[in-house]
């Protein structure tokens, strides 16, 4: 499949207000604005690390803007999400250590000029509500589901559950996984659920998802295993089978997918097969069959550098897609998939 490439560009350059900047995510908007969000400051988990954000607009980008911020406590991972009655919500967390952050919202009906809240998403939520890294989805029936992950001594990913338009969460059942603490290569495992594979390490997190039908639901999953780990949901997310082991390498970290009107599927991840590896190079790819074979369709980075945290959407026949840049930078790109 030929792809063209629209833009290709930075969000901001280096006059920036924070040393260091990570995990962007970023909506759609009319007029063919773009907004993007991230979090930067001097370094990840610091206490001044705030939540930044950016329009595209007349064909340029605005300087970055805090949208969020709290003296001395770390913010991260922003999520934007437009919901199918045009308001943005921001999701983010906040907290000193992961396993302890909170999840807080913003939400605007002005497509991001002005901001309400912040207010807790789930009260009393420790340990992370609602999307962890990427995007909702809204289901056929009006459903939303928010993809989410804890991380203590295990990884576990599940799904929060809206049936109320955001006001109120419910959480599916964990992404079961067949944990095991031995050591040794698991390479060239087959693409199919009844892989009798092992997790080894602390196990999956950050789901991207799609339906594709109705209430039936797919994750893709950053995993400790070196492979995209994959789990299905036939019943609207509320339960899910064992994740089982892709062909596609990871390097645990941060992947994205969106499915088009077309129903192509779009993958943004670093295929590089080794737990906590190389955050380069970072590649684009295709699915026509519902994720069951993938071909690599564009490499976006293959220098030396970080190059990770890929969010990715979709309106007709282009994607929309944005990455942090070796911690310094935000890129966003727009290629028309024909």
Not at 18 to 27: D, E, G, N, P, R
Not at 71 to 93: A, M, R, S
Not at 95 to 107: A, F, N, P, S
Request: charge should be negative; proline fraction near 7%; charged fraction near 20%.
């Amino acid at each position: 499949m030929p792809e063209q490439v629209v833009l290709h560009e930075f969000v901001f350059g280096d006059q920036r207000p924070f040393a260091s900047c990570h995990a962007s995510t970023l909506v759609i908007l009319p007029d063919d604005e773009i907004l993007v969000a991230w979090f930067g400051g001097s370094r990840e988990s610091a206490g001044d690390v705030a939540i930044w954000m950016s329009r595209r607009t007349h064909g340029k980008w605005t300087p970055p803007t805090k949208v969020a911020d709290e003296e001395g406590i770390p913010h991260w991972n922003p999520v934007l999400f437009q919901d199918p009655d045009g308001t943005i919500f921001l999701f983010y967390k906040t907290g000193h250590r992961i396993k302890d952050w909170q999840t807080m919202v913003m939400t605007s009906k002005d497509n991001g000029h002005t901001w309400a809240g912040p207010q807790p998403l789930v009260e009393g939520d420790i340990g992370g509500r609602g999307p962890v890294k990427n995007k909702p989805i809204v289901l056929a029936d009006g459903t939303w589901l928010a993809p989410a992950s804890i991380e203590n001594d295990h990884w576990d990913a599940f799904v929060d559950i809206s049936h109320d338009q955001g006001r109120t969460w419910t959480k599916s059942e964990r992404v079961p996984l067949k944990r095991s603490s031995g050591q040794g290569s698991q390479v060239g495992l087959p693409q199919t659920a009844a892989a009798d594979t092992l997790i080894r390490g602390k196990g999956v997190i950050q789901p991207t998802l799609w339906e594709s039908k109705p209430g039936t639901v797919h994750m893709l999953l950053r995993s400790t295993e070196e492979r995209i780990y994959r789990s299905d949901s036939h019943d609207g997310g509320r339960t899910w089978c064992t994740a089982y082991p892709l062909e596609l390498p990871n390097n645990n970290s941060g992947i994205d997918l969106v499915r088009m009107d077309s129903e192509l599927l779009a993958l943004v991840y670093n295929p590089v097969g080794i737990n906590w590896g190389p955050r380069s190079p970072l590649v684009l790819a295709v699915s026509s069959d519902n994720g069951v074979s993938w071909r690599e369709e564009m490499v976006l980075e293959d220098g030396e550098g970080e190059y990770s945290y890929p969010a990715i959407v979709a309106q007709g026949e282009m994607v929309y897609l944005t990455y942090t840049w070796r911690r310094a930078r935000v890129a966003f790109w727009q290629i028309r998939l024909i």
